[in-house]
Every structure is written in structure tokens, then in C-alpha cells.
């Protein structure tokens, strides 16, 4: 035999031998080809980066922008004649409404830690007919640090004293001695400062320019309050 025919000879056996191998097990075929696919797709997969969806953020209690990260974003309204009670939101919470049902003639307040926020209590309590030692029990409750959110509804002056109101300027309020019998008023200050408070608004009651007849237009104030470190 020529040595080039040895050649092919050997050549044609080889051939055989790996297509037989091939045949007779091909679990072994299929196992190389898994590894081989995951090791292509799975080097895919690591480089795909899924981007984070940065979180939108509201503003909050009807504030047109986001209040910086050391203040609390509030609302208050007053109440409209004795048909609408009044409103009042604190960082991004609903306290007191008349949709809460929890608000009343007079005075509606609203008591909070100036450091984290969190609502200490809150009442309200009838300036006309009520018990002045009611509300004054409560005002004297009133600590360092805290923010006192206020809220008038029908009438908030009957049996307003001079203490009552002492208080009120105390924790920074400009119109407190103003507020007379059927004023709209609301008011948003802080214990234990010396300064006045930006955020107050009264509303008269004036027969020429009253909205519902013997009350005045209702009023509100929003903002961003300092919070107390």
C-alpha cells in the first residue's frame, strides 16, 4: 500500500471514530453547548446596567415648590362664616378640616415637636360661649421649641382675655390684640423666641366688606416653617 493511501486510510478511520462519538453520547454535546451559551449570554447580562428612576418628590400641603430640608411645608385655613370649617396641613398631612370632623367654633389649634415634626395634640375651643380655663389648660401646655398652628372659625374673640392673647404674642404673633369679635384669623408660630412670626393673616369683620354677610372673608397662610434644632 502507497503512503498516501495509509493517509487517507488513517484520515477516513479518525472521522468515523469522532462522528460515532458524537452519535452515542450527545448529552456531552449539548452540556458544552449550555456552557458555551451561558457563558456568551451571561457575560451580556452582567453588562447590562439597569438605571435607577429617580423618585419625584411633591410638594407638599398645596405648596407650589418643595420646602428646603430644614423646614416643614404647612397650610392653614380659616373657616368661611359657620358654614366651612377650617383647614390645617403640616408637613404634608391633613391635622384638623371639617371633613375630619374634628374642628369647631372658635379657636382650632394645632400643637408640634419643632425638631421632628411629629403632632403632640390638638383642639379646638369655643371662644363664645366656652370656658376661657379650657383653652388656657391647653395654651400653658405649650413647651420651648414647639409650633403652634392656629386656625378661627365664626368667632374668635368673645372670651378672648388679655392672658389668652399675652400668650399668643408670646409665641410671635403681630395681630393677636387686633383680633375682634367675628375676625377671620390664622396664625403660625413657634415657643420660645423672641421674634415675631411672618406667618399671620386677619380678616375683619366690616359690614362694607364682609364676603358672607356678618363674617369676613376666609383667610389662609402657607409656607415653609423653620424647624427647631
Known amino acids: ?88 396641613c403640616f408637613d404634608g398631612n391633613i391635622v384638623m378640616s371639617g371633613v375630619m370632623n374634628n374642628v369647631g367654633p372658635g379657636l382650632n389649634l394645632v400643637l408640634v415637636n419643632g425638631e421632628n415634626g411629629k403632632i403632640e ?13 379650657a383653652i388656657l389648660d391647653f395654651l400653658k401646655t405649650i413647651k420651648p421649641g414647639m409650633i403652634v398652628l392656629v386656625a378661627s372659625f365664626d368667632d374668635a374673640a368673645t372670651k378672648m382675655t388679655d392672658e389668652i392673647r399675652n400668650i399668643f404674642a408670646g409665641l410671635g404673633s403681630n395681630s393677636i390684640k387686633d383680633v375682634k369679635f367675628r375676625d377671620n384669623w390664622v396664625f403660625a408660630g413657634g415657643a420660645g423666641t423672641e421674634q415675631k412670626s411672618p406667618f399671620e393673616k386677619l380678616a375683619a369683620n366690616n359690614q362694607k366688606t364682609n364676603i358672607y354677610g356678618n363674617w369676613p372673608e376666609m383667610v389662609e397662610i402657607a409656607g415653609c416653617f423653620p424647624r427647631k434644632i
Open 1 to 88: 500500500m502507497r503512503p498516501r493511501d495509509v493517509v487517507y486510510a488513517v484520515t477516513f478511520l479518525i472521522v468515523i471514530l469522532v462522528m460515532w462519538g458524537i452519535y452515542t453520547n450527545p448529552p456531552y454535546i449539548h452540556q458544552r453547548a449550555r456552557v458555551i451559551q451561558q457563558h456568551i449570554f451571561g457575560a451580556q447580562r452582567a453588562t447590562v446596567v439597569t438605571a435607577a428612576v429617580p423618585e419625584i418628590s411633591h410638594p407638599k400641603c398645596s405648596l407650589s415648590k418643595n420646602c428646603p430640608i430644614d423646614h416643614f411645608a404647612f397650610q392653614i385655613k380659616s373657616g368661611a362664616a359657620t358654614v366651612v370649617g377650617p383647614k390645617i
Open 121 to 133: 395634640k390638638f383642639d379646638y375651643f369655643n371662644m363664645y360661649s366656652g370656658e376661657t380655663k
